[in-house]
């Protein structure tokens, strides 16, 4: 077998038999096939697309490029959620322990924030003290306590995708369905799950602008997850303007804890508590999503989802006591507030731009190697369908920097549409199940 063979093949499309494909991913991951083969052969996958059976063998293949982790010695049901991210996307960081509150075991490996978007270990690592950087050993012991562990993903898992993920990032091939589905799947079935819930964003602030493609990604996601046997149900919801109220870091840990109070703005109350009870459905903990909501709401009330929140800050190193006291994390020395240019009703608050804004005030990074500062963020005191007087504070930017303020201010002062009263759209477009 050779590299051209089966880029000539995909080029001209032809399908790939399974055992071209697993030697394909395996000899990329070795170095034996190129970067520019690969490259070639994405180029081909991202015109030609890939059919159910190449993709479910191509995503098996990349799960298999590195260690998978064996999580029997867990009794409890093992699930795990994924979003494709967004702004104040913190949904995460209040679900986690909300679910292994109630029984789930949640084996957690998130990623860090690129370009408009935030990441969940960037945001944890505001907690002074938190690593997610965990050893097997670590990682699987906290597990076993707890129920629930916050980690980044090691080396060893999925190398595959680390490579091509890199080059379809340099190469113009990164919005192609096969190659999200498999990059996403693969890693997430790499942790031994039992079920498996995804949070597809669609709109301006997402990776999926339409609700067309977003539907075609999710449904590909469930196909993947089921043809691996790992139940998956996937949910469309919006991301036109930022979840929540803080957008940034230490911000958004704050907002966390108010959910886990019972005290969250209403959409990321209402997205975490969605995806934490088909969560519960899915392991079996519970027979519907209304007996799970019943559930869930206990373990709010009862202060036990907070508890272990605390609990595992500090099994993972960091400091609790910012559960009580918020004063204990990071804290941008700067405050500018945003004033509405006129009266009116909000009509939309675009989640790029204060995504974007974010990201320039030094809460997000926009090359791979760039250190976040995490005190900095905004603040939202205006959404869609609030009514606003001239004058009043749209946003507050907290920031150390002020070269850094022009270029957030640019962005943010076009961010909100006033004029006339408008309902807002339901915040959850739909399910899909396999
Ligand atoms: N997230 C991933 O993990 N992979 C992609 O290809 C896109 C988003």
């Known amino acids: 077998m050779t590299a051209v063979e089966l880029i000539e093949k995909k080029r001209d499309g032809d399908t790939l038999t399974a055992n071209e494909i697993r030697w394909l991913i395996d000899a990329y991951t070795k170095g034996v096939v190129k970067d520019y083969q690969m490259a070639a052969m994405t180029m081909a ?9 190449e993709l479910a063998v191509w995503t098996d293949a990349m ?3 590195g260690d998978v982790l064996d999580l029997d010695m867990i009794a409890k049901p093992k699930v795990d959620k994924h979003s494709t991210g967004g702004v104040g996307d913190k949904v995460s960081i209040p679900l986690v322990p909300m679910v292994a509150a109630c029984g789930v075991a949640i084996p957690m490996i998130s990623g860090r924030g690129l370009g408009h978007t935030g990441g969940t270990l960037d945001k944890l690592e505001s907690i002074p003290g938190f690593t997610t950087n965990l ?12 129920g629930l562990v916050l980690a980044g993903q090691s080396k060893s898992l999925v190398p595959a995708d680390r490579k091509l993920y890199a080059l379809r990032d340099s190469t113009g091939t990164v919005p192609s369905i096969p190659l999200i589905s498999s990059s996403i799947m693969s890693k997430k079935l790499a942790e031994d799950l039992d079920g498996l819930v995804l949070d597809v964003k669609v709109g301006i602030g ?3 602008k339409d609700e067309a493609s977003a539907r075609t990604l999710a449904k590909t996601m ?6 691996h046997g790992t139940t998956t149900v996937a949910y469309l919801t919006r991301m036109d303007e930022p979840l929540g109220l803080e957008v940034g870091n230490a911000s958004e840990i704050i907002e966390s804890i108010a959910v886990l109070r019972g005290d969250g703005p209403a959409d990321l109350t209402e997205v975490t508590m969605v995806l934490a009870a088909e969560m519960l459905v899915l392991g079996g903990i519970e027979g519907s999503l ?20 605390g609990q595992v800050i500090e099994a993972q190193g960091g400091n609790r006591d910012v559960i009580d006291d918020p004063s204990l994390l990071p804290k941008a020395s700067h ?19 204060v995504g974007r804004a974010a990201m320039s005030l030094g809460a997000g990074r926009e090359t791979k190697d760039q250190k976040v500062d995490p005190g900095v963020g905004i603040t939202l005191h205006a959404k869609t369908g609030d009514s606003v007087e001239q004058g009043a504070p749209l946003a507050t930017l907290a920031f150390n920097d002020h070269d850094r303020v022009e270029a957030a201010l640019a962005l943010l002062r076009e961010a909100w549409e006033i004029g006339e009263a408008l ?8 399910r899909i199940d396999g």
């Open 335 to 353: 405050r500018f507030e945003v004033k509405a240019p006129a009266s009116g009703y909000v009509r939309a608050v675009n989640a790029l731009a």
């Open 206 to 208: 997402a990776f999926m």
């Open 290 to 309: 209304e007996t799970a909501n019943k559930r869930l709401a206990q373990v709010i009330a009862s202060g036990e989802a907070l508890e272990l929140f």
């Open 222 to 227: 469930v196909g993947i997850g089921s043809a």
């Open 423 to 430: 309902t807002p759209q339901e915040l959850i477009i739909d």
């Open 45 to 53: 996958v991202f015109l030609n697309g890939l059919t159910a059976e």
């Open 63 to 65: 799960m298999h490029s």
């Open 135 to 146: 050893d097997r050993e670590r990682f699987t012991s906290i597990l076993e306590q707890y």
